[in-house]
């Protein structure tokens, strides 16, 4: 069971970048997934959801309107479009299988985590 995180960089404040997470289809055909994001000195913090269907997603207040999850089951690829990056989204960003079909925000409802990826945003 594994999930590869990539994309991640250094950005300017403003810009967008596009992370991926690729899963093993065993794991996430019938799961939601989900993306969190870890600060220095902060916990880690959900940032959005997507139904395992990909019809419902959800997204922490903080990113509504900028960021964009969705997937491709067929690739067992999961993405997180980032736009309008501000240097407060600076973070690695995991993604992680949910233990059910349905979104959730809380860690413990995600059953596997990636390794994460390191997004610098620079002002």
């Known amino acids: 069971v594994q999930l590869q995180a990539s994309g991640g960089g250094l950005v300017q404040a403003g810009g967008s970048l596009r992370l991926s997470c690729a899963a093993s289809?065993?794991?996430?055909?019938?799961?939601?997934m989900g993306w969190f994001r870890q600060a220095p000195g902060k916990d880690r913090e959900f940032v959005a959801g997507?139904?395992?269907?990909?019809?419902?997603?959800s997204y922490a207040d903080s990113v509504k309107g900028r960021f964009a999850i969705s997937r491709d089951n067929a690739k067992s690829v999961v993405y997180l479009q980032m736009n309008g990056l501000k240097p407060e989204d600076a973070a690695v960003y995991y993604c992680?299988?949910?233990?059910?079909?349905?979104?959730?925000?809380?860690?413990?409802?995600?059953?596997?985590w990636g390794q994460g990826t390191l997004v610098t945003v620079s002002s």
């Open positions: 997507i139904s395992w269907r990909g019809d419902r997603s």
């Open positions: 992680a299988a949910g233990r059910n079909s349905y979104i959730s925000p809380r860690r413990s409802d995600y059953a596997y």
């Open positions: 289809r065993r794991t996430t055909s019938n799961n939601a």
